[in-house]
């Protein structure tokens, strides 16, 4: 009898030139099916050089042969940084404590730790319902009759075509986090203590679905009855940005393992941290607005990842970039990004801030006969969380600008 070999293990980092490693072709198949998740190009001696895609976390991968590799993209930034930066929120009075208590030097480990931990707090004050509505038919007449449906029976009274909300913990809210606590129980190496927990809490959601593999996440919005679990889905939500990929087809698969989208958690922290520090200001921030147009005819969309606003009013414009600023000079597709912006919106200044990027100072880039100017920030994610901070509220000074006016709002 044979037994087939484990998953073979590879290690890349999120960023930088790469590794060159002698792959097999099933194994170079099986990593080709997964889009964007790792970068592969050939080179001499039947060799690929693999570098990683600004992702961070560990996945285990199918093989066309029916083997598996398990594939550890390392993150840039020391774990403890990295927790911070998902944990992040204005309003969590846990943070401190979460960050000083995450030890562990391996990201998967840290991670389900760390969603046991803030499940377990969230759930103390018991498991949040919401209202839903359901249609079914039933043996008597509860919320109200679908008229339309009932007339269609004729002669036939029951059962009765109702329409109801029912008060129940299977909401969206709870969807994501049951799906969360299942990807994370069955995470490879993880301490047997954290996997049991992890399942103990998801029995907490008693009466919730867990979403088919494959699912996209539900959307939820953010009210006063939601905001406890507020900072838990956000941190959820990040660690399924990848839950799903496509192998063949249209036809996805659920991946075994946590993967984290850098881009989205520098912004998204970015978008917190900084719109906490504007608020100060009497600046509101805007993410991701979908309304704004580049043209007069309105046909080109633009989505600026932040907008601020005083008063009602435009002050300026922000992009997160998940990227080293190696020089004094931004690259040229950015600049001509947020030139796009500031002449769309009738702004004089917008700003770029980029990641990592240690000792970096603001640079200005002032656009010829445009009478517009761009500047590019170093963000050092590297840096203590409460010096981070600091850094993100002088950039808060910096950017609120001298003008108390901004740029009126136009259709």
Known sequence: M???????????NETGPGTLLPLTGDQVAGLLR???LVRLHPAPGGRWRMSGNQKAGLVRLPTPSGGAIQLHLRPKLPVRNLLFLLTYSPDDPWRTQTVTAAEAQNL????????????RRTLESGVLHGYRTIEED???????IRTADQIRRTGLPLPVAVRYDDHTPDIAENRILLAALHRAARLTGIPPRTATALRHLADHLSGVHLLPAGAPLPSWTPTRLNARYAPLLR??????????????????????GFVLAMPAVFERFLTLALGDALARHGIRIAAQEQHHRLDTQGRVRMRPDLVLYRAGRIVTVVDAKYATLDTT???TEHLYQLLSYCTALGLGQGHLVYAATAGRHATDHVIRRAG?????????LGQPPAELLATIADLATRIQGPSALGAPLTP
């Not at 998967?108 to 499940?119: E, I, K, S, Y």
């Not at 039933?138 to 109200?144: A, C, D, H, K, T």
């Not at 941190?235 to 075994?256: K, Y």
């Not at 517009?372 to 050092?380: F, Q």
Request: proline share 9%; net charge negative.
């Open 372 to 380: 517009i100017t761009v500047t590019a920030h170093g963000l050092d």
């Open 235 to 256: 941190l959820a939500e990040l660690l399924l940005t990848d839950r799903s990929v496509q192998l063949e087809g249209a036809r996805t698969t659920d991946v075994d």
């Open 329 to 331: 000079t931004a690259p």
């Open 108 to 119: 998967l480990p840290a991670l389900a730790d760390l969603l046991a931990r803030t499940t």
């Open 34 to 36: 997964v889009p964007g």
């Open 138 to 144: 039933l043996p008597l007449v509860r919320g109200r």
């Open 2 to 12: 044979t037994h087939r070999a484990g998953p073979v293990p590879i290690t890349v």
